[in-house]
């Protein structure tokens, strides 16, 4: 198989014209895409893929569903123009994607806490799938604002039933579940239980504080980190944190190296200058 000098397979840094199969809405701001395409069906939970809305942008996206069979799924919260025009799209209508990109979610045994806040629950999604056929005991957090912006929770309820996973939700407004925030959850779970692993990705700075339990429980945590990405291949910059670039050493990055970039992590981020701005 020929690469590029970048290291992949040159097949998945072309783009790829799908057409998109379904479109459901998951909340008043939230839409799953899904299409067919055969290298998509190879990602690992946690990769990311590039979207081009063709006319418009690309963007990346991390993959919500992943199916042997090419069936992929993409779960996008309309936050600026790109995602807008992909939110206009119909049925029928297509985009291009190129990758997978990144490095995923490495699974683990034994007793595993998923941490999923916003937009996070989907990117876990995969991974929690993946989980359910090895033989672990795992347990859900899952964090939004409301009870309507709450993702997937029809989805791990039908796999929490088949398995006997445990589901913890919280909503801040208390609407749903507990009142508060995802980390009160996260908190007094390890207050009572020990857990194998953690895996987080949502808000940063919600995923700072899942990191800061990890640490004084002495828990390893891999966490999905989100940057503005032009190129997806270690070239730009743009999604730079620390000495790592996201795109090629991330997204999932394990307890040891978020230890190596407490300076930015949960407190900084980058614009589409380049410019290092607070969160």
């Known amino acids: ?22 479109i459901h809405i998951e909340t008043p701001s939230i839409k799953s895409f899904s299409f067919h395409d055969s290298l998509c069906a190879t990602a690992k939970p946690g990769q990311f893929i590039m979207v081009w809305v063709i006319g418009t942008d690309e963007v990346p996206m991390s993959l919500s569903t992943i199916q042997p069979n090419g069936y992929s799924e993409i779960t996008v919260a309309k936050v600026g123009e790109a995602t807008a025009a992909l939110h206009q799209k119909q049925v029928g209508d297509f985009i291009g994607v190129r990758g997978p990109y990144g490095n995923g979610f490495t699974p683990s045994e034994g007793k595993l806490l998923l941490v999923g806040g916003g937009t996070g629950i989907a990117v876990l999604w995969p991974l929690a799938a993946t989980l359910a056929r090895q033989d672990v005991s795992m347990t859900f957090v ?13 989805r791990v309820q039908s796999l929490s039933s088949k398995h006997n996973y445990t589901i913890a939700v919280t909503t801040e407004d208390g609407s749903l579940g507990s009142k508060g925030v995802a980390t009160d959850k996260v ?20 995923m700072r504080r899942v990191f800061q339990l990890a640490e004084l429980y002495n828990i390893p945590l891999q966490a999905s980190l989100e940057r503005i990405m032009k190129c997806g291949l270690g070239i730009c910059g743009s999604c730079c944190v620390g000495k790592y670039r996201v795109c090629k050493d991330g997204p999932v990055f394990s307890s040891k190296q978020l230890k190596e970039i407490l300076d930015e992590f949960g407190l900084f981020k980058r614009d589409f200058s380049g410019k290092k701005i607070s969160y």
């Open 1 to 22: 198989m020929w690469k590029s000098s970048l290291g992949h397979p040159i097949s998945i840094n072309r783009n790829r014209i799908v057409r998109l199969e379904r």
């Open 142 to 154: 899952l964090g939004a604002k409301t009870r309507d912006e709450l993702l997937f929770l029809d």
């Open 187 to 206: 908190e007094n779970l390890l207050e009572r239980s020990h857990f194998d692993m953690i895996y987080t990705c949502g808000p940063e700075s919600m």
